[in-house]
Nanobody
Framework: QVQLVESGGGLVQAGGSLRLSCAAS????????MAWFRQAPGKEREFVAA????????RYADSVKDRFTISADYAKNTVYLQMNSLKPEDTAVYLC???????????????WGQGTQVTVSS
């Protein structure tokens, strides 16, 4: 089992920044690839970014490339999502996930956190 707990969400103005954290625990969490997804009201869950714990393989959605950065600190068992130049359309619940590849499909991921709300005002 892997447990994931997100934090760092909040309300920010357009153009601002936020850093989300995902604390992972469990005996085998280091063997998983980590990812961030987001889900806005009435919309399907959407891939944002993924990374291995080493950082050797990362992947981003086109909509966040050059604005968001995913990073992983194995010593702290924590994955981060640095979000810059935020836009109102980035408003969503952001969820952390653990899976077996840096893929964009939700079915790739076995474990999910509860999510943290990010709201970007215009």
């Amino acid at each position: 089992q892997v447990q994931l707990v997100e934090s760092g969400g909040g309300l920010v103005q357009a153009g601002g920044s936020l850093r989300l954290s995902c604390a992972a625990s469990g005996r085998t969490f280091s063997s998983y690839t980590m990812a961030w997804f987001r889900q806005a009201p009435g919309k399907e869950r959407e891939f944002v970014a993924a990374s291995t714990w080493s950082g050797g393989s990362t992947r981003y959605a086109d909509s966040v490339k050059d604005r968001f950065t995913i990073s992983a600190d194995y010593a702290k068992n924590t994955v981060y999502l640095q979000m810059n130049s935020l836009k109102p359309e980035d408003t969503a619940v952001y969820l952390c996930a653990a899976g077996w590849a840096t893929a964009i499909f939700t079915s790739t991921y076995n474990y999910w956190g509860q999510g943290t709300q990010v709201t970007v005002s215009s």
